[in-house]
T-cell receptor, first 114, second 114 residues
Framework: GAGVSQSPRYKVAKRGQDVALRCDPISGHVSLFWYQQALGQGPEFLTYFQNEAQLDKSGLPSDRFFAERPEGSVSTLKIQRTQQEDSAVYLC????????????FGPGTRLTVL | SQQGEEDPQALSIQEGENATMNCSYKTSINNLQWYRQNSGRGLVHLILIRSNEREKHSGRLRVTLDTSKKSSSLLITASRAADTASYFCATGGGFAGSQGNLIFGKGTKLSVKP
């Protein structure tokens, strides 16, 4: 029974590079969330998928951020032309159904932009 | 933006003592959840209390909820060194917390000294 997995666990990028962060949710989980966690802060919501549909992307900080979940399972968060302020831990979480329930989090990807 | 605040921001106690953390939030909720985060295991769900509940227990954890004051508390009894972590409260996003994404506070950093 695997939990939520994310890769890579650590990513160092030079300013201006594009990065892609992957999330494998728990099998059968309908809802998938991406959060950004800055150092010393709580996670902040980025975007939400129900199956393959992106229902809310209101938390994405700029149009450089793009997320997809084409087959309703694995999701990728892409950040184009990375900036230093993008440095954070990116967390993925999944739940079995929609609604405000317990979420299962992955270990996160720590992104450092130099 | 974050939903509310936990206090204290940091708490240091001896093993065996009780630890109390408080959380305030801003909008109406369906439920409130508490999560723990440490470097070893990522963000883990601890307990969920529904808006029509006032108190809930789970092992050494006791959570209270006062919807009139928009506040919650988490009590950890007989603390252990392994309880050292950051603790976050979280409420649901969207109207009355129905959307599914979580809104986290800034967290309380608990240190339990052996």
């Amino acid at each position: 029974g695997a939990g939520v997995s994310q890769s890579p666990r650590y990513k160092v990028a030079k300013r201006g590079q594009d990065v892609a962060l992957r999330c494998d949710p728990i099998s059968g989980h309908v809802s998938l969330f991406w959060y950004q966690q800055a150092l010393g802060q709580g996670p902040e919501f980025l975007t939400y998928f129900q199956n393959e549909a992106q229902l809310d992307k209101s938390g994405l900080p700029s149009d450089r951020f793009f997320a997809e979940r084409p087959e309703g399972s694995v999701s990728t968060l892409k950040i184009q032309r990375t900036q230093q302020e993008d440095s954070a831990v990116y967390l993925c979480a999944s739940t079995f159904s929609r609604g405000n329930n317990e979420q299962f989090f992955g270990p996160g990807t720590r992104l450092t932009v130099l | 933006s974050q939903q509310g605040e936990e206090d204290p921001q940091a708490l240091s106690i001896q093993e065996g003592e009780n630890a109390t953390m408080n959380c305030s939030y801003k909008t109406s909720i369906n439920n409130l959840q508490w999560y723990r985060q440490n470097s070893g295991r990522g963000l883990v769900h601890l307990i969920l209390i529904r808006s029509n509940e006032r108190e809930k227990h789970s092992g050494r954890l006791r959570v209270t909820l006062d919807t009139s004051k928009k506040s919650s508390s988490l009590l950890i009894t007989a603390s252990r060194a392994a309880d050292t972590a950051s603790y976050f409260c979280a409420t649901g996003g969207g109207f009355a917390g129905s959307q599914g994404n979580l809104i986290f506070g800034k967290g309380t950093k608990l240190s339990v000294k052996p």
